[in-house]
């Protein structure tokens, strides 16, 4: 098996503005393995804000090439159980990972839904994510869209624009990325009004969700405070939903089983991205009939493609039934 990876740029339709601060470009690592003439592919994004940089992700590559490139071809959860024993990032674990999984369906000809007898009659549509402005802004985006799901951004609590984007009668989600105060939260899971919104994301810094309550009106989702299997018990009575991404868990493989540990739990579930091309957005799409709510609309915030394979379609997920994960680099 062959190893390498590319750097790409991808520049953004818009600048995408969050309480983290304003981004006209991704850089992303397009991670490729080949066996055979067979080609699979997986994606990870540099992240200021989780600290990920793309050089020390290709330092970590390089390192452990050696041991990746002499992995048999087997299954992947053992592919999986071997590249995580090398404790590399959870970012670049997830790229890994992802191709290994649309490698071994391309040799296998079968697709990541026949290989896991996932049943995809029944998907959820994908949010749109709509960028930090005034109120009336995002709702004139909001009722311009052809989408029907919405992630609306916020930096911090604005009562007024709170009330205004829960009574407009849309699927409305609200995401401070963490921007809120304790008061905030205690003041918005006592509103009637929070029920309105389809979840409410990450409200505060890591590690600061003991005010939370899971039981109030407030449907909150835990993101950066849910990185993997370990923290489901700990956030079980604050938080009501969690964030599946596949870079912060480490990818596809731990991600079917975060998911079946966190039904037992009465979890809702979320599959989310990161802003990345159709290759990363082709992995988290193969799970989508699995949860309840996907926010996977990174591939149409860029503004040009590099690859195809599923797709979604004004919010509708269209997943590739090709062999592996159905990615081909454009």
């Given at each position: 098996?062959?190893?390498?990876?590319?750097?790409v740029?991808?520049?953004?339709?818009?600048?995408?503005?969050?309480?983290?601060?304003?981004?006209?470009?991704?850089?992303?690592?397009?991670?490729?393995?080949?066996?055979?003439?067979?080609?699979?592919y997986?994606?990870?994004?540099?992240?200021?804000?989780?600290?990920?940089?793309?050089?020390?992700?290709?330092?970590?590559?390089?390192?452990?090439?050696?041991?990746?490139?002499?992995?048999?071809?087997?299954?992947?959860?053992h592919f999986?159980?071997n590249?995580?024993?090398?404790?590399?990032?959870?970012?670049?674990?997830?790229?890994?990972?992802?191709?290994?999984?649309?490698?071994?369906?391309?040799?296998?000809?079968?697709?990541?839904?026949?290989?896991?007898?996932?049943?995809?009659?029944?998907?959820?549509e994908?949010?749109?994510?709509?960028?930090?402005?005034?109120?009336?802004?995002?709702?004139?985006?909001?009722?311009?869209?052809?989408?029907?799901?919405?992630?609306?951004?916020?930096?911090?609590?604005?009562?007024?624009?709170?009330?205004?984007?829960?009574?407009?009668?849309?699927?409305?989600?609200?995401?401070?990325?963490?921007?809120?105060?304790?008061?905030?939260?205690?003041?918005?899971?006592?509103?009637?009004?929070?029920?309105?919104?389809?979840?409410?994301?990450?409200?505060?810094?890591?590690?600061?969700?003991?005010?939370?309550?899971?039981?109030?009106?407030?449907?909150?989702?835990?993101?950066?405070?849910?990185?993997?299997?370990?923290?489901?018990?700990?956030?079980?009575?604050?938080y009501?939903?969690?964030?599946?991404?596949?870079?912060?868990?480490?990818?596809?493989?731990?991600?079917?089983?975060?998911?079946?540990?966190?039904?037992?739990?009465?979890?809702?579930?979320?599959?989310?991205?990161?802003?990345?091309?159709?290759?990363?957005?082709?992995?988290?799409?193969?799970?989508?009939?699995?949860?309840?709510?996907?926010?996977?609309?990174?591939?149409?915030?860029?503004?040009q493609?590099?690859?195809?394979?599923?797709?979604?379609?004004?919010?509708?997920?269209?997943?590739?039934?090709?062999?592996?994960?159905?990615?081909?680099?454009?």
């Amino acid at each position: 098996m062959k190893l390498t990876w590319q750097k790409v740029k991808l520049p953004l339709k818009e600048t995408f503005s969050i309480s983290y601060g304003d981004y006209s470009f991704r850089e992303a690592l397009i991670v490729t393995l080949e066996y055979k003439g067979f080609l699979g592919y997986g994606e990870c994004t540099a992240i200021d804000y989780y600290g990920i940089d793309l050089d020390d992700l290709i330092n970590q590559l390089t390192r452990s090439k050696a041991l990746i490139e002499n992995q048999q071809i087997t299954e992947p959860q053992h592919f999986y159980f071997n590249v995580n024993k090398m404790h590399l990032s959870s970012f670049i674990t997830s790229a890994l990972d992802c191709a290994y999984w649309d490698l071994y369906g391309k040799l296998e000809n079968r697709s990541f839904l026949e290989l896991n007898k996932i049943d995809f009659r029944s998907i959820p549509e994908s949010s749109i994510t709509i960028s930090i402005a005034t109120a009336e802004e995002q709702i004139k985006k909001i009722e311009k869209s052809s989408w029907n799901k919405f992630k609306v951004k916020c930096k911090g609590l604005d009562k007024e624009s709170f009330y205004k984007l829960s009574d407009l009668g849309k699927d409305i989600a609200l995401d401070s990325n963490a921007s809120f105060t304790l008061e905030d939260c205690r003041w918005i899971q006592n509103q009637k009004s929070a029920s309105k919104f389809t979840y409410l994301e990450q409200p505060m810094p890591v590690k600061n969700f003991t005010g939370l309550s899971r039981d109030k009106f407030a449907n909150w989702m835990a993101d950066e405070d849910f990185q993997n299997e370990n923290n489901l018990v700990s956030l079980h009575s604050y938080y009501r939903s969690i964030n599946i991404k596949l870079v912060k868990c480490g990818g596809l493989t731990p991600a079917l089983n975060i998911i079946k540990e966190a039904r037992k739990l009465n979890y809702k579930i979320m599959i989310g991205c990161m802003t990345e091309s159709t290759v990363g957005i082709s992995a988290g799409a193969v799970l989508a009939p699995l949860a309840d709510y996907c926010d996977l609309d990174g591939a149409n915030l860029i503004a040009q493609e590099i690859a195809c394979g599923s797709q979604i379609i004004n919010g509708k997920i269209e997943i590739s039934e090709k062999p592996g994960l159905g990615i081909k680099l454009l």
